[in-house]
């Protein structure tokens, strides 16, 4: 039944409510959950709630926000701050961030019916091959609440998407129709629908601890988003404007070599503007040429009628052209655009190709960085309020969007900009070697294990045994002395193997020929053989089984959607599908026992600053950052970095995990 608690005097319709705000409340004390949803008139911060819907199956008890004030809100303010109860919701997140930008409720002791979906079918949705549609039949759909409801009941919901943005369009004044009263009661009894089944297949697959972290993560998770970053606007827009400049620079440059070149290849002739044109200020279109620098097609064509014969301009491309028969030129000069000025004596095709991957990374840095992102930093705030994708990808690690701060690249301008408030600092702390410590505590490898007990620079030391066994003597690699340079390779194999990387990827990574990185590949498993016993187990069980499981406690699985279509095509000597299962197999397992632990960090860290002054308000990959007031700095990063290593201790047995922390007034390595 339907109870609609408002004090909106022209309410004619069928489900007026007798009850009082403190009889809905007394209604629920002998249950131990409640279904939870809001309606709002849009999707930020700024927006406002105009429903809150709570209930069970029996009764949905819907509240008029619009006229009721919060003094007569209070007792429901306070009832859904209560962390004893458990609150059913799809979606959680969304709702947790209007609460408390509303009326400044913090919900916790949640059950996300979303969340937990994206945990028991995880893998199984995205970029499906076709025939794989067909194999999971009904279950290919996404993670909505329409779609699940169907998975579970095989109902369909009829989606009225003209009611469900009716809520968008609210004025004030006007009321709800029963219509959309209905629409707000059902979405409470869906969920509490969909609960117990889901619930079975939680308990059928093992998933009960990775389901019951991740619904502690989904109220951390809105706190991170409604706290928000700080942006150095003005500093932003300075460096943003510079990159203009060098842009525009370069593509200048390009433009001038390709009108030099039109004497030696005729064919350029037609890629030439007509003439030169005035904009709307007066001033000469610089542009020479109408070649699109940005559309790879375009790109291909040039380098084609150049002489210079590839099959793509994708990066890894262009960079193994741009560093084969190196010139006698200075690229670190030319890079730095220090005498490029005159394209007419630079015939060398290599220099061409760097100056378009130089055109690239400007290109990706405006469009990364420039006004799309500014657009995002909130007026009101100061501050940019990204979203968080809880269980995307697969692996279980967190991705974010609008922006996407794992964009921002670890060592640059830009990462500086992420500014504390005033008389507060920023403490960035992260996992060392985190995938590496992963990889000795799955594979058991002495040497590993000794070198993280020690802490040891592993990479050098990886270095010193590789090269020892290839040299069949004692060979020491360091950080600093004169074999320092042997670190590289063996630090760039530690990474790209815990990423399922191979002899493709090494070559361009290094600048090696195909033949020196399967050589190095091999050289890594003949000096240590129990990892790559390990990822070989891994990549084998992923194959057979059709997924993969992160270590406990967590034992998060990742499922492989094409895995049936893999096995169908098994008799085939080069199965892509097979290939890239067993890939990602070696990868997942690395990478989804990093998400466990960096999320159970976050969920201490979140329960261990309740009460202090201290918030998170980042987190990209295995890193955590905390905004502190200065009186507040020690004891935070004391609790974040404790937080953090208690996290880790819950899965790596034998392996120490090691947490570098910084405070900065920005955003700091």
């Not at 995205?126 to 579970?152: C, E, I, P, Q």
């Not at 007419?344 to 290109?363: Q, S």
């Not at 499922?559 to 080069?574: C, E, F, P, Q, V």
């Amino acid at each position: 039944m339907i109870h609609y608690i408002t004090k909106f005097k022209g309410y004619t319709g069928k489900y007026k409510s007798k009850y009082s705000i403190q009889q809905v409340i007394e209604y629920f004390d002998s249950k131990k959950s409640y279904a939870l949803d809001t309606e709002t008139t849009g999707l930020t911060l700024q927006d406002k709630v105009v429903l809150i819907q709570i209930g069970d199956l029996d009764n949905q008890f819907i509240f008029d926000t619009t006229t009721l004030t919060n003094k007569d809100l209070m007792p429901l303010i306070k009832f859904l701050n209560n962390e004893q109860k458990l609150k059913v919701g799809h979606n959680l997140k969304f709702d947790y961030k209007m609460l408390r930008s509303n009326f400044g409720i913090e919900i916790e002791n949640l059950y996300d019916t979303q969340i937990a979906d994206e945990v028991i079918y995880n893998g199984l949705f995205n970029n499906l091959h076709k025939d794989s549609k067909v194999a999971l039949g009904m279950y290919y759909k996404s993670f909505s609440l329409a779609s699940t409801y169907k998975r579970y009941t095989n109902i369909s919901i009829v989606e009225d998407k003209k009611l469900s943005l009716s809520f968008t369009k609210w004025k004030e004044g006007t009321n709800f129709t029963d219509n959309q009263l209905e629409y707000a009661a059902n979405d409470l009894k869906y969920c509490l629908e969909i609960k117990p089944k889901q619930i079975e297949q939680i308990k059928k697959y093992n998933l009960t601890y990775t389901v019951k972290l991740e619904h502690k993560v989904v109220p951390v998770l809105g706190s991170i988003e409604f706290t928000g970053i700080k942006i150095d606007v003005d500093k932003w827009k300075a460096i943003i404007n510079g990159y203009t400049l060098k842009y525009n620079k370069v593509l200048n440059l390009l433009e001038d070599y390709i009108v030099n070149q039109v004497g030696n290849y005729k064919e350029l002739l037609k890629h030439l503007k007509d003439g030169y044109q005035l904009d709307m200020f007066g001033q000469t279109d610089l542009r020479k040429t109408i070649i699109k620098w940005n559309s790879p097609k375009e790109v291909l064509k040039i380098c084609n009628i150049l002489g210079i014969k590839i099959k793509n301009t994708n990066a890894g491309t262009l960079e193994l052209v741009s560093t084969q028969d190196t010139t006698s030129r200075n690229i670190g000069e030319f890079k730095k655009l220090n005498k490029i000025e005159n394209w007419g004596v630079w015939t060398d095709k290599e220099i061409f190709i760097e100056v378009i991957l130089i055109l690239r990374e400007y290109d990706k840095v405006l469009t990364t960085y420039g006004e799309s992102f500014l657009e995002l930093v909130n007026t009101k705030t100061g501050r940019v309020h990204p979203n968080f994708k809880q269980c995307y990808p697969e692996t279980g690690r967190l991705s974010c969007d609008s922006p996407n701060l794992q964009n921002i690249k670890a060592e640059g301008e830009f990462r500086e900009l992420f500014i504390a408030d005033k008389g507060q600092y920023l403490s960035t702390a992260d996992y060392s070697s985190a995938e590496l410590r992963i990889i000795a505590e799955l594979s058991q490898d002495k040497t590993f294990i000794k070198a993280f007990k020690n802490d040891e620079d592993v990479h050098s030391t990886v270095a010193t045994l590789m090269y020892s066994k290839k040299f069949g003597r004692e060979f020491i690699v360091t950080k600093k002395n004169e074999n320092k340079e042997y670190r590289t390779p063996a630090k760039n194999l530690n990474f790209m193997l815990a990423y399922g990387g191979g002899a493709d990827k090494l070559m361009t990574m290094l600048g090696v020929n195909y033949n020196e990185a399967v050589e190095l590949i091999q050289l890594y498993y003949k000096t240590f053989p129990a990892i790559k016993k390990s990822l070989d187990e891994s990549a084998k069980f992923a194959k057979y089984n059709g997924y993969s499981i992160t270590l406990p406690p967590a034992e998060r699985i990742r499922w492989y959607k094409d895995h049936a279509i893999a096995l169908s095509y098994s008799s085939s000597g080069d199965n892509q599908y097979i290939a890239r299962i067993e890939r990602q197999g070696k990868n997942a397992r690395i990478q989804g026992c990093n998400a466990d632990i960096t999320k159970l960090a976050l969920v201490y860290i979140h329960q261990a600053l309740k009460g202090t002054k201290g918030k998170i308000v980042n987190t990209v990959h295995d890193e955590i950052v905390c905004e502190f007031p200065k009186s507040f700095v020690e004891e935070g990063k004391k609790i974040q970095h404790d937080c953090m290593i208690k996290a880790a201790q819950e899965f790596l047995k034998t392996v120490p995990m090691k947490v570098e922390l910084t405070v900065s007034k920005y955003w700091q390595k």
